[in-house]
């Protein structure tokens, strides 16, 4: 292997670039992301720069990937096909319903047509379950039969400095070795908490954001979840803090006792529970402030993800949607990990080059 090229990534299913943008910190250059989703682009290009190809994954052709990669350098193909698919709701489901469980076999489609050097792929810890995601197991005997070394685990995102206790699954592929992820970079001891990553942002009230940035946003709260928000402590839950006048019906019900962290807030001084699609409201899981009577910002739980707090995710007021940001923020693999991702590509190559580092 030549260590004087560059290595030149891809980014499937790219998102507002959470992925791309870690591996450009490692010293990655990506040159272009693929997403059908329109409403990534203006995130993606602007932090990533880099181009957004507006387009499914299985409509894409790899004579487009091939004119971007060219001919000279090391090739990366990245991504992160979508979650939703692979949940544990989906494995009960009829899999057959949801084209998107497909998509990872277009990933690998685009593997055989592209021939990257190395291939590297994030998704939910379920989806190394055999029997509820077969699809899995194709892809990775799909990379092997094309002689590519294989790794593969889960990964817990606070031993990789990610201030929130996310589980992923990583892989990891290469033509030229055997791969894997470098080792974790900090102990329990060394964790990065709640406190660590969003103590200092700006105070703001539910309902407002802040006069220095329009993604430090709240929701605003019915006077009934205020309520709520008020009784709730760092780590309680709405069984042992509310007044029963407060409680939910749906939640007292046998079905509804599972669900104790929902309303609840979050503690200073641990990483933060796992910033999901619906991070911004109090009602989807653990998400209220650990001190102030709101639920978390958009900006916090960016921050919460390993986003750094100038990413920029709308060109203005007007045109953020909370939704879509939240959507975008939970959906997004966090940026320290593409980072700690870039960096094992990396220190691979320089290993096979008896340590001859590779060029930026």
Known sequence: MDNSKKIIAIDL???VGGLSFGLKEAGIEVKAGVDIDKTCEFAYTYNCNAEFIHESVDEVKSSTLNKIYGKIDYRLL?????CQPFSTYTYKSDKTKDNRWQLLYE???????????FVTMENVPTLINF???????DFVKKLKQSQYHVWYDIVYAPDYGIPQKRKRLVLLASKHGNIELIPPTHKPSEYKTVRDAIGK???ISDGEFSSTDIVHKSAKLSELNLKRIKQSKPGGSWKTDWDEELKLDCHISETGK????VYGRMKWDEPSPTMT???NGIGNGRFGHPEQDRAISLREAAVLQSFPENYKFADNAESLI???IAKHIGNAVPPRLGEVIGISIKKHIENLNNGKSIKK
Not at 78 to 82: T, V
Not at 107 to 117: K, M, N, Q, V
Not at 258 to 261: A, I, L, M, Q, V
């Open 258 to 261: 599972g669900y104790g962290s």
């Open 78 to 82: 990245a991504g992160c096909a979508p």
């Open 131 to 137: 029997k509820a995601a077969p699809v899995f197991y």
């Open 201 to 203: 942002l700006d105070k």
């Open 13 to 15: 299913f790219c998102g």
């Open 277 to 279: 699609t619906f991070c």
């Open 107 to 117: 990933f690998a489609r685009l593997i055989d047509e592209t021939t990257p050097d």
């Open 322 to 324: 909370s939704k879509y």
